[in-house]
T-cell receptor, first 112, second 111 residues
Framework: DADVTQTPRNRITKTGKRIMLECSQT?????MYWYRQDPGLGLRLIYY???????NKGEISDGYSVSRQAQAKFSLSLESAIPNQTALYFC???????????FGPGTRLTVT | RKEVEQDPGPFNVPEGATVAFNCTYS??????FFWYRQDCRKEPKLLMS???SGNEDGRFTAQLNRASQYISLLIRDSKLSDSATYLC????????????FGTGTRLTIIP
């Protein structure tokens, strides 16, 4: 079984809809991250959490929110999806250091 | 200027050849450096860390040049399975462990 899982793997939604992407991990890591990846722009950090009570904005947090429900779960919400949020979204985890991050398989989100 | 810059490629290299990529970073306070590998439509995975003294892992060699602010990755005796996108990754903020990813260099090994 994969250590970091993401659901759904693919999602098509309409502009204005609320959508939640979920991430679970069995690695026992405290640190979790949400990234988006766009062609030509690389991976960009949306939000990160160093423990259950800690939430931090990344470089592109506008239009997104997160919830750290437990050590193993970190969800990303788009309150009102817009087309430029179409991207590949990755969740990642790391141990005490952020240097080695373990990524989930990604969620491909399309907003029409 | 981007914090981390890479030549996007693509690099099309015959099997068995040696190929090298460079990556430059803009923040002289950057402390840690890494190469991640990402296969098509898959998640990134850590390939190797880059140490100041240079380091080797099998056919892969990584080098860091702090004076010129670049890191390199050398792949010797390339295999078909080396075809992937290679991401240069830098820890850019002192005291706040956050990785900044380059956009990646795409490598295709040709039989």
């Amino acid at each position: 079984d994969a250590d970091v899982t993401q659901t759904p793997r693919n999602r098509i939604t309409k502009t204005g809809k609320r959508i939640m992407l979920e991430c679970s991990q069995t690695k026992g890591h405290d640190r979790m991250y949400w990234y988006r990846q766009d062609p030509g722009l690389g991976l960009r950090l949306i939000y990160y959490s160093f423990d259950v009570k800690d939430i931090n904005k990344g470089e592109i947090s506008d239009g997104y929110s997160v919830s750290r429900q437990a050590q193993a779960k970190f969800s990303l919400s788009l309150e009102s999806a817009i087309p430029n949020q179409t991207a590949l979204y990755f969740c990642a985890t790391s141990g005490q250091s952020s240097y080695e991050q373990y990524f989930g398989p990604g969620t491909r989100l399309t907003v029409t | 200027r981007k914090e981390v810059e890479q030549d996007p490629g693509p690099f099309n290299v015959p099997e068995g050849a040696t190929v090298a990529f460079n990556c430059t970073y803009s923040n002289s306070a950057s402390q840690s450096f890494f190469w991640y590998r990402q296969d098509c439509r898959k998640e990134p995975k850590l390939l190797m860390s880059v140490y100041s003294s240079g380091n080797e892992d099998g056919r892969f060699t990584a080098q860091l040049n702090r004076a010129s602010q670049y890191i390199s990755l050398l792949i010797r005796d390339s295999k078909l399975s080396d075809s992937a996108t290679y991401l240069c990754v830098v820890n850019t903020l002192f005291g706040n462990e956050k990785l900044t990813f380059g956009t990646g260099t795409r490598l295709t090994i040709i039989p």
